[in-house]
């Protein structure tokens, strides 16, 4: 049984996906099947129980969790004491949008690389909607994403950055529709939405608050395409500000006031407090919060 055998067991227990496992331990389906098959055939006993619809663990997969779970943990140790100096060593991997990528990870990166050239850093970018998902599955130890409406239990948060959730429409479009007294008609005007995520949560606040039935044209994954319809003019959209600003978009959209406005985005860093006592988390996290600063 090697390390990275009870890595990959460690992954996919607290994910119980095989297609998440896979992607983020770089495996294609067979050889992560192949690598649990070795497992349960060493043990003797089987570790998951899967079906055409979920994954879970058996009677023996929660009593190797434990012992797995301890033997990364020793094993990270060793590491760090057979060193040959005293400078910090391991991996660490982050995910975020690609406007936090470009906009709020740069600082903190350099100034943690300058101090601990020997952690491996691995990014992941995507949609910000699924930030806390891929900590909750093991598959980042650390994201940066803005503060939901509830933050789960045993979950850490820095506060980097506020940036304003704004309505947007097109420069050159004939929308928003207004009635005659010029406010917008929110019944014709066609709206693009995210699909999923803080921003929709707020939108839809919204519209519930001022008894409006809005006319939604599209709901799509990911700020950048929202931009990218708003910006063609197939409606008027919500979008974090900071995106705004990032976007090779921005000069073909432009912000509209509405009354009231939505709340504003608290971005900053998230992990799980378990991970606070990891030598490399903790390194990242003293450099944000030392960063905290320029981010003001």
């Given at each position: 049984m090697d390390i990275r055998c009870v890595k990959i067991f460690n992954h996919l227990a607290q994910s119980l996906h095989f297609g998440r496992t896979s992607?983020?331990?770089n495996l294609t389906p067979s050889?992560?099947?192949?690598?649990?098959?070795?497992?349960?055939?060493?043990?003797?006993?089987?570790?998951?129980?899967?079906?055409?619809?979920?994954?879970?663990?058996?009677?023996?997969?929660v009593i190797f969790k434990r012992y797995a779970e301890e033997t990364e943990h020793r094993w990270q140790a060793l590491q760090r004491e057979l060193a040959d100096d005293e400078a910090l060593r391991g991996e660490i991997s982050l995910y975020c949008s690609v406007t936090a990528a470009t906009s709020i990870l740069?600082?903190?990166?350099?100034?943690?690389?300058?101090?601990?050239p020997g952690v491996q850093i691995k990014l992941q970018t995507g949609d910000a909607a699924e930030a806390l998902d891929k900590l909750k599955n093991r598959?980042?130890?650390?994201?940066?994403?803005?503060?939901?409406?509830?933050?789960?239990?045993?979950?850490?948060?820095?506060?980097?950055?506020?940036t304003p959730l704004v309505f947007i429409e097109p420069v050159d479009g004939a929308v928003p529709l207004v009635n005659d007294d010029g406010a917008v008609d929110w019944a014709r005007t066609p709206v693009i939405l995210a699909e999923q995520g803080l921003s929709r949560i707020r939108v839809d606040r919204w519209f519930q608050?001022?008894?409006?039935?809005p006319n939604i044209y599209a709901e799509v994954a990911g700020n950048e395409a929202l931009?990218?319809?708003?910006?063609?003019?197939?409606?008027?959209?919500?979008?974090?500000?900071?995106?705004?600003?990032?976007?090779?978009?921005?000069?073909?959209?432009r912000v509209f006031e509405v009354a009231p406005g939505l709340p504003p985005f608290i971005i900053g860093a998230c992990t799980l407090e378990k991970h606070l006592a990891n030598p490399v988390i903790q390194a990242f996290w003293a450099t944000a919060q030392a960063g905290q600063a320029g981010f003001s």
């Open positions: 992607r983020a331990c050889a992560l099947t192949r690598t649990i098959q070795r497992l349960e055939e060493e043990l003797g006993k089987p570790l998951f129980r899967r079906d055409n619809r979920s994954v879970s663990l058996t009677p023996a997969g740069p600082r903190i990166l350099q100034a943690f690389r300058t101090d601990h598959e980042a130890e650390v994201i940066i994403a803005a503060l939901p409406e509830q933050l789960p239990p045993a979950v850490m948060f820095l506060e980097l950055a506020q608050a001022k008894g409006v039935q931009l990218a319809m708003v910006s063609l003019g197939f409606g008027v959209g919500v979008a974090p500000g900071l995106v705004l600003e990032q976007s090779p978009l921005q000069d073909r959209v």
